[in-house]
């Protein structure tokens, strides 16, 4: 069955219109007399979005019961089952209740694509994956919620929602959008008019690129090579010379008068002009480029115009600059140089031919000496026309001789050879001793030689010309050879330096490789490891080959492709959309050559990175065997002392002093408990030995536990009846919990500490993609400055340098390090009014678990109220 189609409606904001949009299109279809069924549409109380839903058939939701909780998904299986020809579903983004088929709603849609059905859908921008962290530096809200760009781009079209910022404003000021206890919040903080530009801008740019992804594609399918000015789009021609500031310069200003557009900066390196080329003002020009917002490139080809003008027409380019001299503007034009055949090449691309004095230290003044196919065929012309010409001269001269007949035919064959090279000249050779014998060796008007020293003449008249005519076009094969060595090793350095400084260099000298070989997609794989073995002895080709990186978008099969480059006998470097000709494979060698000692690289990182983490293993250890040594002597010397008091002969203690004694032993020996449990579990930490037995639980499970030993009074619990069960340890947990909680009340004895939970026990973000829960451990203690939170989970850590008996300084170390190893995090915030909150978040549990009590409160410690706000 077909893949249905997928129409998205896209906003910038909550509010502008997106799902009153996707319902008034569901009314048009439903008037073309489509079967469209509304299956889950959020209308949020808004009165006119609510009203678009009558007339429109609607499946009821499916209500799923998590944690105590009801919540309303779409029903999938009652919308396959209805099988209708469009189905309206809202919050492509949305995750679903776990207990859902799919983690997300965009999963579940894509089962009805597959099915034949139809869809509308909504989305925010602040939704997009690759948005994600532009949206919440922009507006301060972390998006919980968010969907990959590869699969919005899949939808078939994607229609855009906008209004003005101004307007969007002025319809939450009239209630259109939230509740009216919340619309001065808004107002102030999420809906600010500098937020809505920016997230407007953001939607209008990337749909932008979207748009122009569709128009390369639907060139590229119907090899439409011309370009179309759908976007403006300047290249900029580099030589290599410091006349490229000024282009740059130039075209940039071109830029700003259209408000909008791409700029292109296109070194074109020339197999002939790399010695001319100027690294360091190749360099400057790059930084210029890339401070004005524009990007740079390279590219190389025999031809510098018709590499410029191929580059243009790959990227849709509707202006070309380029640089002339002022004192050769004339030569140029009448020599044909580069930029007057770029001027001829164009077609219907603008050319801008800017003058600048700092002429000829680019590709222009470099003289060329490859024989190319003009003076190839020149010189066939010359070595029929030049003997005859010759031969004419000697006719008029008053008198000559055989040896003034050869050597003048003898300069004759070496211009010819000088320019055409090495066929010519035997052409010419050939000719010139056919005219000297018939003309100019007795007897005249034959071709018979009588005289043998005639016939040595001649000879050596043919051997000369062609000894000449061989070393010409030998230098000028050698020259070529040479230039493009140059070329390629200039080329292979911008590489270099362009992936030094890239965040991924492999990535980074891929994406080159696009610009360099012309080609659509580079990609980079190394043999499976099943497959490397037995491709290895036997030498198959069809071995399993794993993507490792790439530029573009690679081939499902590796060794279907038009150019593969074996690096080594596990790594291949493969290249699509074009056939590369042979001159370029010693240049794909090098690529590939350099990629693979990248990859090495990448090896020995990884390897020194395990080295340091083995490290600072050791080095935890050594902190360990250091705490041993000093800080547990108290509790051992406290339960020495007191053991040997009582074992002493001869001394009497009363009924209290021996209950005395008994409790230090008590204290020292939990104290003592505690400190080698920290220590223990720290050394498990750092050598990666935490195996975490996950299983669904609650928090008032392991509450009681970790409060054992806790003063009564101390610590007040107050957890909301519907706390949902999370994903974790018990003895982990336990331990997070009571090692913040001993820490609180510690430092904090003048303070109440308070355990709390949010009503519904959901956090406002997520862990994994996970819905998470959270709880709370509050205390309003003297708090611990902002500067040293992180420091205070780093092992062996003590606030304001408490003295060693109180512990080692693990409590929070440890707790952080389990709460990681459960899938969670802690983390640490002020407590209003002064004090330290703990936060413990950890993922919702999937799993079947008892059910919850009304209210829970730990045996013997008061309930509290939870604070407002976490309501």
């Known amino acids: 069955m077909a893949r249905a189609t997928l129409r998205i409606f896209l906003g910038a904001a909550p509010g502008v219109g997106k799902t009153y949009a996707m319902l008034e299109e569901a009314h048009r279809l439903l008037g073309r007399g489509e079967d469209v069924v509304v299956a889950f549409a959020m209308h949020h109380g808004r009165a006119d979005t609510l009203a678009l839903t009558h007339g429109l058939e609607t499946l009821p939701p499916q209500v799923i019961e998590y944690r105590g909780s009801a919540f309303e998904e779409m029903d999938l299986d009652a919308v396959l089952a209805r099988r209708p020809h469009t189905a309206i579903v809202d919050e492509y983004a949305h995750t679903n209740i776990p207990g859902s088929r799919n983690e997300k709603r965009w999963q579940d849609i894509e089962e009805l694509l597959e ?83 920016a997230l407007r801008e953001l939607a209008l740019l990337w749909l932008a690129d979207r748009v122009d992804e569709g128009l390369t594609r639907y060139r590229a399918e119907n090899h439409i090579e011309e370009s179309w000015p759908a976007r403006e789009r300047i290249v900029i021609g580099l030589t290599g010379g410091a006349e490229g500031e000024v282009l740059i310069r130039r075209a940039a200003r071109i830029l700003k008068r259209v408000n909008g557009g791409d700029l292109l900066a296109v070194h074109v390196r020339a197999a002939d002009g790399v010695a001319a080329e100027s690294p360091h003002d190749l360099e400057a020009q790059r930084t210029l480029i890339k401070d004005l917002g524009g990007s740079y490139h390279t590219v190389s080809g025999e031809d510098p115009a018709k590499a410029l003008l191929d580059f243009a027409r790959s990227v849709n380019a509707t202006q070309i600059v380029v640089g002339v001299s002022r004192h050769k503007l004339v030569s140029g034009f009448l020599k044909g140089g580069v930029g007057s055949r770029v001027v001829k090449g164009s077609g219907d691309i603008d050319v801008h031919m800017v003058s600048h004095p700092l002429g000829g230290r680019g590709i222009e003044r470099t003289r060329k000496r490859d024989l190319g196919r003009a003076r190839v065929v020149v010189g066939f012309a010359m070595a029929l026309v030049v003997p005859v010409l010759l031969q004419l001269l000697l006719a008029v001269a008053p008198s000559h001789n055989i040896a003034t007949a050869v050597l ?49 003449a001649l000879m050596v008249f043919a051997g000369v010309s062609s000894a000449v005519a061989l070393v010409v076009d030998l230098s000028a094969r050698r020259s070529k050879e040479a230039a493009r060595a140059r070329s390629e090793a200039a080329t292979l350095g911008d590489l270099t330096r362009g992936a030094s400084t890239a965040e991924d260099p492999v990535q980074g000298l891929l994406e080159q490789a696009l610009d360099v070989f012309q080609v659509r997609t580079a990609a980079l794989y190394i043999a499976a490891a099943s497959a490397s073995a037995s491709s290895s002895t036997s030498g198959s080709s069809s071995a399993s080959w794993q993507l490792v990186a790439s530029a573009g978008s690679p081939e499902t099969d590796p060794d279907d492709t038009e150019n593969i480059e074996q690096v080594d006998g596990n790594t291949r470097l493969v290249l699509t959309g074009r056939v590369l000709p042979a001159s370029d494979l010693r240049l794909l060698g090098a690529f590939g050559a350099h990629l693979a000692a990248l990859l090495e690289r990448r090896q020995l990182a990884a390897t020194r990175r395990e080295m340091m983490r083995l490290a600072e293993s050791n080095t935890m250890r050594t902190s360990i065997l250091r705490a041993v040594s000093h800080d547990l002597r108290t509790p051992l010397a406290g339960i020495k002392l007191a053991v040997g008091g009582l074992r002493q002969p001869g001394v009497k203690y009363t009924e209290q002093e021996e209950e005395e004694l008994l409790a230090t032993i008590d204290e020292c020996s939990d104290r003592l408990d505690g400190l080698v449990g920290n220590l223990l579990d720290m050394s498990r930490i750092t050598s990666d030995s935490v ?75 997520t862990l994994a993609g996970r ?101």
């Open 691 to 765: 195996n975490a037995l996950i299983k669904p639980l609650r928090w008032y499970d392991v509450i009681p536990a970790a409060l054992h030993g806790i003063t009564p009074g101390r610590v007040r619990v107050d957890l909301p009846p519907n706390m949902p069960a999370v994903d974790a340890d018990a003895g982990m947990l336990e331990r997070v919990i009571a090692n913040i909680v001993e820490n609180a009340v510690k430092y904090a004895p003048d303070s109440d500490v308070v355990i709390v939970g949010a009503a519904g026990g959901l956090s406002t973000t």
């Open 115 to 197: 099915a034949g059905i139809n869809v509308l859908s909504t989305v925010n921008v602040q939704h997009l994956a690759s948005l994600g962290d532009v949206v919440s530096a922009i507006t301060e809200v972390k998006q919980a919620e968010t969907v990959p760009d590869e699969v919005v781009r899949l939808a078939d079209q994607i229609h855009l929602v906008d209004i003005s910022p101004e307007l969007l404003r002025q319809r939450l000021g009239d209630g259109k959008i939230y509740a009216s206890d919340k619309i001065d919040a808004a107002l102030s903080n999420y809906f600010r008019v500098g937020n809505l530009t």
């Open 408 to 456: 003048v035919q003898l300069t004759g064959s070496v211009a010819v050879a000088l320019i055409g090279g090495l066929w010519p000249a035997l052409l010419g050779a050939l000719w010139s001793s056919f005219l000297v014998n018939y003309f100019s060796i007795p007897p005249l008007g034959t071709l018979t030689i009588s005289d043998p020293q005639n016939l040595l």
């Open 771 to 871: 819905p998470a829960s959270e709880l709370r451990i509050i205390d309003h203690g003297q708090g611990v400055p902002a500067a040293n939170v992180l420091k205070m989970f780093q092992p062996f850590q003590r606030l304001d340098d408490v003295p060693a008996a109180t512990g080692v300084g693990l409590g929070l170390a440890v707790a952080q390090g389990f709460t990681e190893a459960m899938g969670g995090t802690l983390t640490a915030e002020e407590t209003p009014g002064g004090g330290l909150t703990m936060l413990i978040r950890l993922p919702l549990s999937t799993g079947p678990t008892p059910d919850a009590p009304q209210r829970f409160t730990a045996p013997g410690i008061p309930a509290l109220p939870a604070p407002k706000g976490l309501e």
